[in-house]
């Protein structure tokens, strides 16, 4: 009888959780590819790197060799942990819309990974609305109460014989970006009204510094919140990326002086974005009827 040896790895990467992180998603074969596995006498086994297939050496050589031409192995993936959809970019087109990646558009990485899409990551043109035969079933899913894969992969025979022809185990990967968003801070105030402005527009007045020197806020004045109260207001003017633990350093400060030189420490350290707090607004500079959203993290500091 062969030894039973690792054929190849599947797996996915997310910026949000950093391209080291693994045992982030799951894997299944589809009920018609489980068969074919069954067949062929190969093993699925969950791994941190995502799923393993094991076989014997006949079995690896024979698909080395193209014996199976017609040999597609689809498989769903659903993310463990946060909210994939909350945190992943590009956004989905529409509800129905699913991420789908074939290895006929793999490139071969210099590390000897495998990747499913052409871009460094999963972009817009991953995103399909077609019920492919042999997939109606999966794509099911959201219409029936039950969590909806992540993402559905498929790879091909010509494909599994050109990553089994190098020396190393083949790693077929799908990497995704992570979600932008403008931090908008409210910072809570006694101000009995909105649109109070400072007694001297030229005195002391807060702002946020970047301590690593890549971020900037601008200003937005006093806003009046729900229960009338007010919350002097700032905004990123960059979109930022979701991460699982934000590495950003902000501190408020009080700038006064000519040119705003002097400078004093009210808040140390401002608390990050949490993927928790995320909406819309119309972007500045928008028509304020049917403008240009984008998503915002508000972040509440009394």
């Known amino acids: 009888m062969s030894a039973y040896a690792t054929l190849l790895h ?28 069954a067949r062929l006498d190969i093993l699925t086994l969950a791994s941190a790197e995502g799923l393993t297939l094991v076989c014997t ?17 689809e498989f769903l993936a659903w993310s463990t942990g946060t909210s994939f959809s ?21 490139v ?9 899409h052409a871009a460094a990551q999963a972009d817009a043109s991953a995103w399909s609305r077609t019920v492919i035969p042999n997939r109606a079933a999966a794509l099911a899913h959201a219409g029936l109460g039950t969590l909806a894969p992540a993402f559905h992969l498929v790879l091909a025979a010509p494909a599994i014989a050109a990553a089994l022809a190098g020396r190393a185990t083949p790693r077929f990967l799908v990497r995704f970006g992570a979600r932008r968003t403008r931090w908008k801070y409210y910072l809570l105030t006694d101000v009995p009204r909105s649109g109070a402005a400072p007694a001297d527009p030229d005195g002391p007045h807060p702002a946020i510094v970047d ?8 200003p937005r004045g006093y806003t009046e919140l729900p229960g009338r109260q007010v919350a002097l207001t700032f905004i990123s003017d960059q979109a930022i990326e ?16 000519p040119a705003a030189q002097d400078q004093r420490i009210l808040i140390k350290r401002l608390p990050n974005a949490s993927v928790a707090a995320v909406g819309r607004e119309v972007a500045a500079g928008s028509n304020a009827a049917g403008g240009e959203t984008v998503l915002v993290s508000e972040i509440y500091i009394r």
Do not use: K, Y
Request: proline share 8%; with cysteine.
């Open 10 to 37: 599947i797996c996915a990467r997310h910026a949000f959780f950093g391209e080291q992180a693994v045992s982030r998603f799951r894997f299944e074969p589809s009920p018609a590819s489980a068969a074919m596995l």
């Open 86 to 106: 909350q945190v992943t970019a590009p956004e989905a087109p529409a509800p129905d819309a699913r991420l789908f990646f074939h290895s006929a558009g793999a």
């Open 211 to 218: 301590l690593d020197g890549e971020l900037s806020f601008a």
């Open 57 to 73: 050496e006949p079995t690896r050589a024979a698909l080395q060799a193209g014996a199976e031409p017609a040999l597609e192995l």
């Open 242 to 257: 979701m991460r699982q633990h934000p590495a950003q350093r902000l501190q408020l400060r009080e700038r006064a002086g």
């Open 108 to 116: 071969r990485e210099e590390t000897g990974n495998w990747r499913l």
